[in-house]
């Protein structure tokens, strides 16, 4: 099947600071999803790409398809403190990532 | 305003006994979906629903099961649980037009095999 290889596992940053993270695919995706999910609930959906090279925001959120259409990332600028959770991107045939665990100190 | 609704949040049930977890939607979409996570995993499907068309992923043990009568409810039945399935199962719904479409999550139920 497709493999999804997300990274970073786990980020710890500051209130204020950046983030950047990313997923890579064995195979072309014609989606790419990203979901964050809090403790005890359901993934929530954040941005969808659907054409390669398309860069696509959500305020403080970025998302990029890859012109490779093997990969793409995801940023969030300014982190602030609800901005906690684990952050999945998923392709079509309903795959997941591993998910990257952010925590931000205030 | 829900609009994918799992119940019960959460369920306890014993060590091989049937369990059957429930999923409606308020959306009408084609598409149901049933993944099982575990802790500190990623979602993993299990299988889903294109309108009645059943789809079951390769892996998927045959200890479970699902059934979608309607458009709006699906379940998923759990025949004979082990210790291993005690997870969060998570119900999704998307629009037609294949799996990529965005999914739509209910808040899950949480599992518990005694």
């Known amino acids: 099947g497709q493999q999804l290889n997300q990274s970073p596992q786990s980020m710890f940053i500051q209130e204020g600071e950046d983030v950047s993270m990313n997923c890579t695919s064995s195979?072309?995706?014609?989606?790419w999803l990203w979901y964050k999910q809090d403790p005890g609930e359901g993934p929530v959906l954040l941005i969808a790409?659907?054409?390669?090279?398309e860069l696509t925001s959500n305020g403080r959120l970025t998302a990029q398809f890859g012109i490779t259409r093997k990969d793409s990332f995801l940023n969030i600028s300014a982190s602030i403190p609800s901005d906690v959770g684990i952050y999945f991107c998923?392709?079509?045939?309903?795959?997941f990532g591993a998910g990257t665990r952010l925590t931000v100190k205030p | 305003d829900a609009m994918v609704i799992q119940n019960p949040r959460y369920q306890v049930t014993q060590f091989g006994k049937p369990v059957t977890l429930s999923c409606s939607q308020t959306?009408?979409?084609?598409?149901m979906y049933w993944y099982q996570q575990k802790s500190s995993q990623a979602p993993k499907l299990l299988f889903h629903?294109?309108?009645?068309?059943?789809?079951n992923e390769a892996d998927t043990p045959d200890n479970f099961q699902s059934r979608r009568p309607n458009t709006s409810f699906c379940f998923l039945d759990i025949r004979s649980p082990g210790l291993g399935d005690a997870a969060m199962y998570l119900c999704?719904?998307?629009?037609?037009?294949?799996?990529?479409?965005?999914?739509?999550f209910g808040d899950g139920t949480r599992l518990s095999i005694l």
């Open positions: 998923a392709g079509q045939g309903g795959r």
């Open positions: 195979s072309i995706f014609n989606t």
């Open positions: 959306l009408n979409h084609n598409v």
């Open positions: 629903y294109y309108d009645k068309d059943f789809n």
């Open positions: 790409l659907y054409k390669a090279g």
């Open positions: 999704a719904t998307s629009r037609a037009g294949g799996t990529g479409q965005p999914q739509h």
